[in-house]
């Protein structure tokens, strides 16, 4: 068993497709925190080589906007490394307007929609309290 957990927290009133894409932002920025958070490169019987994927599984989580919020400032006074997407973010088209969105608001003052994270397994699970498994 790892030491670490990973988790995904969402706004459970988003579109299907904007959970799933930004899943996909916030797995890239818990990846980008860390190089060993990568596997080794996968080879099939006949020698195809296919990219490593991340060494340990992320649990996704769902909660309501009060609940995110209350998530958020508990990550914040952990010193948690974060994934974060804003809701600014589903209307800009590309990195720099994401980055000017998120750099435009005091933490206090972010709508936040979902965030990803990974540190230790207690932890994780402290700040992810009030979230439920997405299903």
Not at 4 to 19: N, P, Y
Not at 111 to 131: F, N, P, Y
Request: aromatic share 4%.
């Amino acid at each position: 068993m790892l030491d670490t957990k990973i988790a995904l927290v969402v706004r459970h009133d988003l579109a299907v497709w904007q959970k799933l894409n930004v899943a996909a932002f916030l797995t890239s920025g818990v990846l980008g925190a860390a190089s060993e958070f990568l596997g080794d490169r996968y080879e099939d019987a006949a020698g195809n080589l296919y990219t490593p994927l991340i060494v340990q599984p992320i649990i996704v989580l769902s909660a309501d906007a009060a609940s995110l919020r209350r998530i958020h400032g508990r990550a914040m006074e952990c010193g948690a490394r974060l994934s974060i997407y804003i809701e600014e973010m589903l209307e800009t088209g590309h990195d720099a307007a994401n980055r000017a969105a998120v750099k435009g608001r005091r933490p206090e003052e972010m709508s936040v929609v979902r965030l990803g994270l990974r540190e230790d397994r207690k932890l994780v699970d402290k700040i992810t309290k009030g979230a439920r498994l997405h299903l």
